[in-house]
């Protein structure tokens, strides 16, 4: 809770640093470059240094709390940092991926907090017999990009609150008991510090150095616009009609191009986009204006819908890459011994691989290229927080089945393991 009183300076700093080297700095450069070296050529100096000394403090009083990047549990390296100026600015400049990924989870994590707290307020006031619909009324949100110190959660403890316990909460028996006022007490707080705040909308733009890939990351982009798969028959009359890897390549740019832009629109890192039934063709055309796009596929061009964008996008990746892990870092690419393998396959037969196997693959091409996470961590534990259907994998039965003793040394093995598995059985 200490920490929510520096959300507004850690996201007036992120926004800062993101206005001056968004698509301006290319990453080993700003790995090099200090927060420190930043500021001091800063034009507004002042102004630079009170927001880094908001982002710090909402760091270092609230980053130990911060356990996962959605369904990712934060590597151990990024956990022990403990921010100064002599950090490179990439610790400010929020991506889902590196060291951006930190900047990312924290602004995240105190928003949430921040909206969790501003509702058990007004559950309370609805306690004490408030009318439900003017509370209800009276709630109000603001985006991240506006907001203030006065929306934020302050309080003070030793200049207010401890000088009112002490005036008008306390009380002594005639015996010499001490009588505590925690009513009297919890209403100064809700009167003075905590009352009236609003909800917060997160609203984060994400870091593009100069010499980021143009490979999308499709995790966010399933937040934002609800995904259906294709069957295996549609998927196969599609790569059919494309005939080659050339045409399959050239639609695979065409759909990177649409999640790219659908996962920009709005901003919000938890947004839902109601345009699952918007014909893909269709948003080509109208929204990024290409009226002369080949797609390659008559199935493509008259039946795919945004909701198939996804799936679409997973099929012509197989299908034009080679290897889909060849980017993964080596430290994953172990092979399981006889044993291990023998195991996996048993369980395999209890295993849901049709969901399994599409979230394995794309979470392992999309979050294991730099190597930061531990190839000692357990496959398990990495994975049982992917999500299918608003559910983790670790809330379906079948999942316990999964081998807890496999570690990521050998998640690539694993998954052709299970692939292979998969294919024997159909």
Same mark, same amino acid.
């Given at each position: 809770l200490r920490a929510l009183r520096f959300l507004p300076s850690a996201i007036e700093f992120v926004t800062l640093v993101l206005g001056r080297y968004n698509r301006a700095i290319d990453r080993e450069?700003?790995?090099?470059?200090?927060?420190?070296?930043?500021?001091?050529?800063?034009?507004?100096?002042?102004?630079?240094?009170?927001?880094?000394?908001?982002?710090?403090?909402a760091w270092n009083t609230g980053w130990r709390f911060v356990e996962r990047f959605g369904?990712?549990?934060?590597?151990?390296?990024?956990?022990?940092? *403990?921010?100064?100026? #002599?950090?490179?600015?990439?610790?400010?400049?929020?991506?889902?991926?590196?060291?951006?990924?930190?900047?990312?989870?924290?602004?995240?994590?105190?928003?949430?907090?921040? &909206?969790?707290?501003?509702?058990?307020?007004?559950?309370?006031?609805?306690?004490?017999?408030?009318? =439900?619909?003017?509370?209800? !009324?009276?709630?109000?949100?603001?985006?991240?990009?506006?907001?203030?110190?006065?929306?934020?959660?302050?309080?003070?403890?030793?200049?207010?609150?401890?000088?009112?316990?002490?005036?008008?909460?306390?009380?002594?028996?005639? !015996?010499?008991?001490?009588?505590?006022?925690?009513?009297?007490?919890?209403?100064?707080?809700?009167?003075?510090?905590?009352?009236?705040?609003?909800?917060?909308?997160?609203?984060?733009?994400?870091?593009?150095?100069?010499?980021?890939?143009?490979?999308? &990351? $499709? *995790?966010?982009?399933?937040? #934002?616009?609800?995904?259906?798969?294709?069957?295996?028959?549609?998927?196969?009359?599609?790569? &059919?009609?494309?005939?080659?890897?050339?045409?399959?390549?050239?639609?695979?740019g065409l759909v990177e191009m649409c999640i790219s832009y659908l996962q920009s629109t709005g901003g919000n890192l938890l947004q839902k986009l109601d345009v699952a039934e918007v014909k893909l063709a269709e948003y080509v055309k109208d929204t990024l204006l290409m009226e002369n796009a080949v797609f390659g596929s008559e199935t493509v061009k008259r039946k795919m819908k945004l909701k198939h964008i996804d799936s679409l996008h997973k099929a012509l990746r197989e299908f034009t890459v080679a290897d889909v892990f060849e980017n993964v870092h080596a430290k994953y690419k172990d092979t399981l !011994?006889?044993?291990?393998?023998?195991?996996?396959?048993?369980?395999? #037969?209890?295993?849901?691989?049709?969901?399994?196997?599409?979230?394995?693959?794309?979470?392992?091409?999309? $979050?294991?290229?730099?190597?930061? =996470?531990?190839?000692?961590?357990s496959i398990a534990d990495f994975i049982g927080w992917l999500e299918h259907e608003d559910s983790f994998l670790n809330d379906f039965p079948w999942f316990e089945k999964f081998p807890k003793q496999l570690l990521m040394r050998n998640i690539c093995d694993c998954y052709r393991v299970l692939e292979n598995c998969q294919s024997v059985a159909n």
């Amino acid at each position: 809770l200490r920490a929510l009183r520096f959300l507004p300076s850690a996201i007036e700093f992120v926004t800062l640093v993101l206005g001056r080297y968004n698509r301006a700095i290319d990453r080993e450069s700003a790995r090099k470059l200090t927060i420190e070296e930043m500021i001091n050529t800063a034009a507004n100096k002042k102004k630079w240094v009170a927001a880094f000394e908001g982002y710090r403090e909402a760091w270092n009083t609230g980053w130990r709390f911060v356990e996962r990047f959605g369904c990712l549990e934060l590597p151990k390296v990024y956990k022990d940092v *403990r921010l100064d100026a #002599k950090q490179p600015i990439t610790f400010c400049l929020p991506q889902e991926k590196n060291e951006g990924i930190c900047a990312l989870s924290l602004i995240n994590y105190l928003c949430t907090r921040h &909206n969790q707290f501003v509702e058990i307020v007004y559950e309370r006031l609805l306690m004490q017999g408030g009318n =439900m619909q003017r509370i209800e !009324d009276r709630k109000s949100v603001v985006t991240s990009n506006f907001f203030s110190h006065a929306h934020a959660i302050t309080y003070s403890l030793e200049k207010q609150f401890a000088p009112f316990i002490a005036k008008n909460c306390v009380t002594f028996t005639d !015996d010499g008991r001490v009588v505590y006022d925690f009513a009297n007490a919890e209403q100064y707080l809700l009167d003075v510090f905590f009352t009236g705040k609003p909800l917060v909308k997160i609203k984060q733009r994400m870091m593009q150095y100069t010499d980021d890939e143009g490979a999308v &990351n $499709t *995790r966010l982009f399933r937040q #934002k616009v609800e995904q259906v798969a294709l069957t295996r028959e549609e998927k196969k009359t599609i790569l &059919n009609e494309l005939g080659s890897p050339a045409a399959a390549h050239k639609l695979k740019g065409l759909v990177e191009m649409c999640i790219s832009y659908l996962q920009s629109t709005g901003g919000n890192l938890l947004q839902k986009l109601d345009v699952a039934e918007v014909k893909l063709a269709e948003y080509v055309k109208d929204t990024l204006l290409m009226e002369n796009a080949v797609f390659g596929s008559e199935t493509v061009k008259r039946k795919m819908k945004l909701k198939h964008i996804d799936s679409l996008h997973k099929a012509l990746r197989e299908f034009t890459v080679a290897d889909v892990f060849e980017n993964v870092h080596a430290k994953y690419k172990d092979t399981l !011994d006889s044993k291990q393998t023998t195991s996996l396959k048993d369980s395999a #037969k209890a295993l849901n691989l049709e969901v399994l196997l599409p979230l394995m693959q794309d979470v392992i091409a999309q $979050t294991l290229s730099d190597g930061v =996470m531990s190839e000692k961590g357990s496959i398990a534990d990495f994975i049982g927080w992917l999500e299918h259907e608003d559910s983790f994998l670790n809330d379906f039965p079948w999942f316990e089945k999964f081998p807890k003793q496999l570690l990521m040394r050998n998640i690539c093995d694993c998954y052709r393991v299970l692939e292979n598995c998969q294919s024997v059985a159909n």
